[in-house]
């Protein structure tokens, strides 16, 4: 019944999504039929390619014909190559995918273990070293800490290659430079509620049992910690989704993000409409996931939502 009701919601948001995306993209400034047919093209010549685009139609019909492209992929092709978007973006999102997850990932793994150690031995060396490295990860934009990563990892080390997607190696400087905000955000949020719960009743029960401290923490406290980490992990999902569109041109990476670029650069409007609706859709998607594991791992929360 949740899922249901969160679908039925998720409806009218895609359609208010879809309503913007359309109007806002031919803002975009430049004539799409002009920057195709060349410098040397007459008149005449760009006329007839605004025509067979449909760009001089009335917006209303060019509206329906976005949104009979979500579901017929014939109708969705790219101004620039002619091939339909889905098979545009089916080639490109695997990358983007792996670079948001991965970061993802890596991003929960480093704040879980950062955030565990700053509660164990708050207020010494490591809480001190964790919060400095937490606020530098939330402060430095994605776009300088990739350079930086570029300069000092690529160049002057040649731990990673700087540019390109053809290799796995290729995605491990942008999945840690992606990471470090999450990471950041994570580690405070786990340091916060660990040290929240380290001082209620049933840790004292589990610890009169004879069980040792890391057992008390792993077992019983980190996991009631982790259900505000699990919410604050959808939200970071789809701001890594943005971060991509970043990552991926610093780093060269041939994902959505830089197709949505190329997009926009050439006045691509079906590349741009359907990459951001993508977009919102998997946020809208993962949102859900995120409030469904909240309830898994919270069963208090499940009364609220019902």
């Known amino acids: 019944?949740?899922?249901?009701?969160?679908?039925?919601?998720?409806?009218?948001?895609?359609?208010?999504?879809s309503v913007l995306v359309f109007f806002f993209v031919n803002l975009i400034p430049g004539d799409p039929?002009?920057?195709?047919?060349?410098?040397?093209?007459?008149?005449?010549?760009?006329?007839?390619?605004?025509?067979?685009?449909?760009l001089n139609e009335p917006a209303p019909s060019r509206y329906w014909?976005?949104?009979?492209?979500?579901?017929?992929?014939s109708v969705a092709k790219s101004f620039k190559t002619g091939r339909p978007v889905t098979v545009e973006i089916a080639e490109r999102l695997p990358k983007t995918l792996a670079l948001a997850f991965g970061a993802l990932a890596v991003g929960l793994l480093l704040g879980t273990i950062s955030g565990v150690c700053c509660a164990l031995w708050q207020g010494g060396f490591v809480d001190a070293l964790v919060t400095v490295l937490s606020l530098a990860g939330i402060s430095m934009p994605i776009y300088w800490l990739g350079l930086l990563g570029i300069w000092l990892f690529a160049i002057n080390l040649g731990w990673f290659p700087a540019a390109g997607a053809s290799t796995p190696l290729h995605f491990v400087l942008p999945i840690l430079v992606l990471s470090t905000r999450p990471a950041a955000l994570f580690s405070r949020l786990v340091t916060a509620n660990l040290l929240e719960v380290m001082g209620k009743d049933y840790l004292d029960t589990a610890r009169s049992k004879g069980l040792s401290e890391m057992r008390v923490i792993f077992r019983h406290a980190l996991p009631n910690s982790l259900v505000a980490a699990v919410s604050v992990a959808g939200v970071q999902f789809g701001s890594m989704l943005g971060g991509s569109?970043?990552?991926?041109?610093?780093?060269?990476?041939?994902?959505?993000?830089?197709?949505l670029?190329?997009?926009?650069?050439?006045?691509?409007?079906?590349?741009?409409?359907?990459?951001?609706?993508?977009?919102?859709?998997?946020?809208?998607?993962?949102?859900l996931l995120t409030d469904l594991l909240t309830q898994w791992l919270d069963p208090r929360t499940r009364g609220a939502a019902s």
């Open 1 to 17: 019944m949740f899922v249901l009701k969160r679908l039925a919601e998720a409806a009218p948001t895609l359609f208010v999504v």
């Open 33 to 54: 039929a002009a920057q195709l047919a060349g410098p040397n093209a007459s008149n005449e010549e760009i006329a007839a390619l605004t025509e067979h685009l449909g």
């Open 65 to 73: 014909r976005f949104l009979r492209g979500v579901v017929d992929p």
């Open 245 to 259: 569109v970043v990552t991926e041109n610093v780093f060269g990476l041939p994902g959505l993000g830089r197709l």
């Open 261 to 287: 670029v190329q997009g926009v650069s050439s006045s691509d409007y079906p590349v741009v409409q359907y990459t951001v609706l993508m977009f919102a859709t998997f946020f809208i998607a993962i949102n």
